[in-house]
């Protein structure tokens, strides 16, 4: 399986403007794709070292708290410690793609209609175990 296929969250190639911070020292980097759980940043000459924590701040949003994961000719992985909200993504321009594949998207607990009517009265209906007929009979006792 590739590097591709483990990825969490959908990534936006971009050309963002990010000041970093990392141990007292402090850089201007670019980002060169972002999703909502980690990005892909260019890295200092001198390099990153591999697993510390840094701090990005990119235009208008908090700053975003990452750890370093990987880095490779020049380029660097970073996941974040909490992912970004899909509405700081549309902030940046992004619009996250439709899963939904034309369906409406499944209701929340608190958006769901309250039962009324017969499907409210409904009981729940169980075999009583103490009463179990032998496995030859074909009927079941109910309560």
Known sequence: MGLVDQRAAFRFPTDLRADCRMAGRSWESRLCNISTTGCMMICPE??????????????????????????????????FLVPLRSDSM????????????????????????????????LVKRGVVPETLPDSSSPKALVR
Do not use: C, N, S, Y
């Open 46 to 79: 001198d390099g990153l070292p591999d697993g510390w924590m840094l701090r990005l701040r990119v235009r208008t949003l908090p700053a975003i708290d990452a750890e370093i994961v990987w880095q490779h000719r020049g380029h660097a992985g970073l996941k």
């Open 90 to 121: 549309e902030h940046l321009g992004f619009h996250l793609p439709d899963t939904t594949h034309g369906r409406p998207p499944p209701l929340r607990p608190h958006q769901l209609p309250e039962p009324a009517g017969l499907h409210a009265q």
